[in-house]
C-alpha cells in the first residue's frame, strides 16, 4: 500500500485536493444560500432564516436534507436519458471551471512536495481559454433540462436561457480580450503578475482601471450568463413557475442548484482574477503591517461572536456561538504568531475577500434590482454591450501601440 | 503501450461511438448530443497534438456556439422522431459502399504514403499560440479579413432569413 | 508518441461516417450536423499534419474553417427554419416542390 502511495503520488494529491475543494465549494455553497437569504431579508427589513440553530445557521443542513429525503417523481412523457443527463451535466461544468481556479501563487511543501492552492497548477498555458471553454458548454445544462421535460414553461426557460446565453457570452469574452492583450498572456498566474509591475501602486495598479469599461461589460455579461437577478428570465417564477427546471424536485433540482451558486462564484474569482488584481494586496508593498490585516478582522470579528454568543436566546446558541467565535479569534491569534504562515495566507486571504465583495454585489443586487423584459434583455445585450466591449478592445489596443511606439515600452 | 497512446486510443474511440450514435439515433438533439462528444473528445485530440489554442476554440466555437445553435433549432422547431421512407432506406447501402470504398482509398493512400510523412508526431512545443496570432496577423492577414466579411455577410444573410415577411 | 497515421485514419473514419450520415439521415437538421462532422474530421486531418511537419499552418488553417462553419451554421440554421416554416416538416423527402 505504501509503495503504491508513493508511486502514485501525485495522482493521490490530486485526488485528495479534489475531495477536499469539493467539500469546500459545496459547503460555502451551502451558506451562500444562508447569507443570500440573510442579506435580502434585511434589504427587505425582515429577520430570515432564524429557527433553526443560531441565527439560522443549520438552515443549509435543513435544506440539504429536505433535498435529499423529498419525493423524485419523473414526470410522464420526458425523454429520460437527457431528463437525467441536464442536471449532471450542469453541476459537471459548474464544479469543472471551479477547478481551473488558482487561489494561491506559492506551492506549500508537504511531504516532501510541493502542493499547489487549486487542483491545476496555476500556470496553465491556456487557463482563462479553457475556463471560458467550460462555461461556453454550460448552456448544455439548462437547454436540455428545458428540452426533456415535455412541458410547456421549462421548454420556454431553456429556449430563452440558450438565446440569452449566446448572446452574453459574446460580450463576456470580448471584454476579457482587453485585459488579456494588457498582460499578453492567456495563464490566469500571469495575468495577476501582470497587475503588480508597480507594487508601489497597491490598489491602483489593477487593470480595472485603465479597464474600467471592460469590467462594466465583464460584470454584466457574467451576470447574465450564470442566470441571476436582474437577467434571471430563463426562471423567472412569476412567468415561467421555476422556468427550465420546474419538473425537477428533490436532488436533481438541488443539483441545479448547486451549479447556480458555484458558477456565481467562479464568476467573482474571475472578476477579482482579471479586473481586482487576484490575490494581490491593494495596499502597496511597503505597508508590512498590512500583513496583519486578516488579523485584525478575524480576531475583532471572533470576539464579537462570542460576545453575541453569550447572550443569545436558546441555549444551543449559547454554547454554539461562543465555540465558533473562540475558533476564529485562535485562527486569528495563529496568524499573528506564526509569521510564516501569516506571509503564506497573504494571496488566499485577499483573493477571497474579492470573492467574497463580489458574491455580496450579487446578493445585493439581488435584493435591489427588477427583472429586464425580455427584449430588453436581448437589445441590451447586442446593442449596448457588445459594442462596448468591442469598443474597449480598440481603445486598449491603440493604448498598447501608442505605448510601444512613443515610450518604447516592451 | 504509452500513455499517450493509451489517451489516443480512449479519445479515438469516444470519437468514433459519437459519430456512429450521431447516425443510429433517432431523435435530432440526441444526434446533436453525440456529435457534441465527438467535437469534445476532438478537443482533447487537439490538445494530446500540443495544439492548445485550436482545442480551446474547438470547445469554445463548435461546443459553445454552433452546437448550442443546434440544439437551439432544434427545440423551436420541436422537431421529432426522424421518419424513414422506403427510398431512405435504399440510401442506406450505396451510402455504405461509399464509404466503403472511401476508407479504403485512404487505407491505401496512407499504406503507401508512410515514408513520405514522418512516422510519429513531433515532440517538444511549437509555441503554439504566440506563433498562431504571428501567423494569422502576418502571413495571413488577407484571409483573416476576409473571414471577417464573410462572417458579416452571414450575419446579414441570417437576419434576412430568419424575418418574419411583413404583410 | 502516436504516429500520425493514427489521426489520419481516426480522421478518414470520421469524415466516412459523417459521409454516410449525410446520405442516411433524414432530417434535415441532422444532415446539416453530419456535414459540422466531415469538417471536424477534416480539421483532425490538418492539426494531425501540422504537428508532423512541425508548421502551424495547418492549426491557422483550422481556425479558417471553424470560422467558416460558423458562418455556414448561422446561415444554414436559418434556412432550415425557413423550411420548417414554409413546409412544416423537416424530412428532407417532403421537401420535393420548388414552388409552393
Known amino acids: 500500500m505504501n509503495s503504491f502511495l508513493s508511486a502514485n503520488a501525485e495522482l493521490m494529491i490530486t485526488l485528495v485536493k479534489i475531495a477536499l475543494l469539493l467539500f469546500i465549494v459545496l459547503t460555502v455553497n451551502a451558506y451562500l444560500t444562508w447569507f443570500e437569504r440573510k442579506v435580502v431579508a434585511h434589504i427587505q427589513s425582515r429577520w430570515g432564516p432564524h429557527r433553526v440553530g443560531p441565527h439560522g445557521l443549520l438552515q443549509p443542513l435543513a435544506d440539504g436534507l429536505k433535498f435529499l429525503f423529498k419525493e423524485d417523481p419523473t414526470p410522464a412523457g420526458v425523454d429520460k436519458f437527457v431528463y437525467y443527463l441536464a442536471p449532471l451535466l450542469a453541476l459537471a461544468l459548474a464544479l469543472t471551471s471551479i477547478a481551473l481556479i488558482p487561489f494561491g501563487p506559492d506551492p506549500i511543501r508537504l511531504f516532501g512536495r510541493d502542493i499547489y492552492l487549486g487542483i491545476t497548477p496555476p500556470d496553465l498555458n491556456i487557463g482563462i481559454l479553457a475556463l471560458f471553454a467550460v462555461t461556453a458548454l454550460g448552456v448544455y445544462g439548462v437547454a436540455l433540462a428545458g428540452w426533456s421535460s415535455n412541458s410547456k414553461y421549462p421548454l420556454l426557460g431553456g429556449l430563452r436561457s440558450s438565446a440569452q446565453m449566446i448572446s452574453y457570452e459574446l460580450a463576456l469574452t470580448m471584454s476579457a480580450v482587453g485585459v488579456l492583450l494588457m498582460a499578453g498572456s492567456f495563464n490566469l498566474k500571469k495575468i495577476i503578475e501582470a497587475q503588480a509591475h508597480h507594487p508601489e501602486w497597491g490598489l491602483f495598479g489593477w487593470n480595472v482601471w485603465p479597464q474600467i469599461l471592460g469590467f462594466f461589460c465583464f460584470f454584466i455579461a457574467a451576470v447574465a450568463e450564470t442566470n441571476r437577478v436582474p437577467f434571471d428570465l430563463p426562471e423567472a417564477e412569476s412567468e415561467l413557475v421555476a422556468g427550465f427546471h420546474t419538473e425537477y424536485s428533490s436532488f436533481k433540482f438541488a443539483m441545479f442548484f448547486i451549479a447556480e451558486y458555484t458558477s456565481m462564484i467562479t464568476v467573482s474569482c474571475l472578476c477579482s482574477i482579471l479586473f481586482f488584481g487576484g490575490w494581490l494586496s491593494p495596499f502597496p508593498a511597503s505597508w508590512t503591517y498590512a500583513h496583519y490585516l486578516p488579523s485584525a478582522i478575524l480576531i475583532p470579528f471572533g470576539l464579537w461572536v462570542i460576545w453575541d454568543g453569550i447572550r443569545y436566546e436558546t441555549l444551543f446558541g449559547r454554547i454554539v456561538l461562543p465555540g465558533v467565535g473562540t475558533a476564529i479569534t485562535a485562527l486569528g491569534a495563529l496568524f499573528v504568531l506564526l509569521p510564516e504562515v501569516n506571509a503564506f495566507i497573504q494571496a488566499p486571504f485577499w483573493l477571497l475577500s474579492k470573492i467574497f465583495v463580489f458574491l455580496f454585489v450579487y446578493v445585493w443586487m439581488r435584493g435591489t434590482l427588477p427583472r429586464f423584459r425580455y427584449d430588453q434583455l436581448m437589445a441590451f445585450g447586442w446593442k449596448l454591450l457588445l459594442p462596448l466591449s468591442i469598443v474597449n478592445v480598440i481603445l486598449t489596443s491603440f493604448a498598447i501601440l501608442a505605448k510601444m511606439q512613443w515610450w518604447g515600452a516592451k | ?167 | 508518441m502516436v504516429p500520425t497515421n493514427y489521426y489520419v485514419i481516426l480522421s478518414a473514419i470520421l469524415f466516412g461516417l459523417g459521409m454516410f450520415a449525410f446520405i442516411f439521415k433524414r432530417n434535415i437538421i441532422t444532415i446539416f450536423m453530419s456535414i459540422e462532422l466531415m469538417l471536424n474530421a477534416v480539421n483532425l486531418a490538418f492539426v494531425a499534419f501540422s504537428q508532423a511537419l512541425g508548421k502551424l499552418d495547418g492549426q491557422v488553417f483550422v481556425l479558417f474553417v471553424i470560422v467558416v462553419a460558423a458562418a455556414e451554421a448561422a446561415v444554414g440554421l436559418g434556412i432550415i427554419i425557413l423550411i420548417a416554416r414554409s413546409r412544416q416538416t423537416l424530412n428532407v423527402e417532403r421537401v420535393n416542390l420548388l414552388k409552393l
Do not use: C
Open chain 2, 1 to 167: 503501450m504509452t500513455a499517450q497512446l493509451a489517451v489516443f486510443l480512449v479519445l479515438a474511440a469516444m470519437a468514433v461511438t459519437g459519430a456512429v450514435s450521431l447516425i443510429l439515433q433517432k431523435h435530432p438533439i440526441h444526434s446533436a448530443l453525440s456529435l457534441i462528444v465527438v467535437m469534445i473528445s476532438l478537443a482533447g485530440l487537439y490538445l494530446l497534438l500540443g495544439a492548445e489554442f485550436v482545442a480551446a476554440v474547438q470547445i469554445i466555437v463548435y461546443g459553445g456556439a454552433i452546437m448550442v445553435l443546434f440544439v437551439f433549432v432544434i427545440m423551436l422547431l420541436n422537431a421529432g422522431i426522424e421518419e424513414h421512407t422506403s427510398i431512405s432506406k435504399m440510401a442506406g447501402a450505396p451510402g455504405l459502399l461509399l464509404v466503403v470504398a472511401l476508407a479504403g482509398f485512404v487505407a491505401a493512400t496512407i499504406a503507401r504514403s508512410t515514408e513520405n510523412i514522418q512516422a510519429t508526431s513531433q515532440t517538444g512545443e511549437l509555441a503554439s499560440t504566440l506563433g498562431i496570432s504571428n501567423m494569422l496577423f502576418k502571413d495571413f492577414v488577407y484571409p483573416f479579413e476576409l473571414t471577417s466579411f464573410l462572417i458579416l455577410v452571414a450575419v446579414l444573410g441570417a437576419t434576412v432569413l430568419a424575418q418574419r415577411e411583413k404583410s
